[in-house]
């Protein structure tokens, strides 16, 4: 009988075809991640502009827009984001949200790393720059998913996750859907302030290696495949003649 053989090749060439689409799903994924690593690289190479006219609502236009805003830091209602490493050290973000002239809506400012031995605990009152500043930096989206432990929304607790639903929980005003990632140093006082964030690192992902890892699964498939079939072919002719 031929079907044992058959189906021994027809399931590796089946492998194969798929094999092959998810490859070319990978080629589609890392077209998407350079077509937004252009578009990202333009914004921030661009002038800052001014918060205003902005869509802060939509991540997709948000990302990596330069701004520059003024207004007067909360710092009775800043933030600290626990865990964040700095060039091997341990240490916390710190978010500061900005209040601005005729505006009820604050924006929160990622104003920086400052060193933390245990990634939590620190000081926020040695790290305040002036109140009434004009910052400037680039814009990310917060996401509106993630639900704040229950521990992390005791005043005084660090955060572990940023979220418009843990910000919110914890800053009793109106925020935008977006922070500002602070890089200006225009505010630096004698002593230290926090480590401004550097921009953001644009590559092209993995996905282009996971591309021809699948094409070179599906030819190992067929060549595999093909060569089983071959083999199974003179057994089957050799049993035939020696029943007749």
Known sequence: MRVRPLLGLLIPLACAALFVRL?????????ERAGFNAILAAR???????????ALADSTSVRGRRVTVSGRFRYDLEQVVAGRVSE????VHLLTPLERPGSDTLLVVLRGWVYSPDAKSVVTAEWHERDSVTVSGYLIPISEDGVAPAGVLRPG???RRVSLRALRARISAPIYAAQLVMT?????????????????TIDAGPHWSYMWQWFAFAVVAVV??????????????????SGT
């Open 23 to 31: 490859g070319l799903w990978q080629l589609s994924r890392h077209q």
């Open 44 to 54: 921030l190479g661009q002038p800052a502009s001014v918060l205003d006219g902005i």
């Open 88 to 91: 091997g050290s341990p240490g």
């Open 157 to 159: 607790e660090p955060m």
């Open 184 to 200: 200006s140093d225009s505010l630096r006082r004698a002593d230290s302030v926090p480590r401004r964030l550097p921009p953001p």
């Open 224 to 241: 595999g495949g093909v060569g089983l079939f071959r083999r199974s072919r003179p057994q089957l002719g050799s049993g035939s003649r």
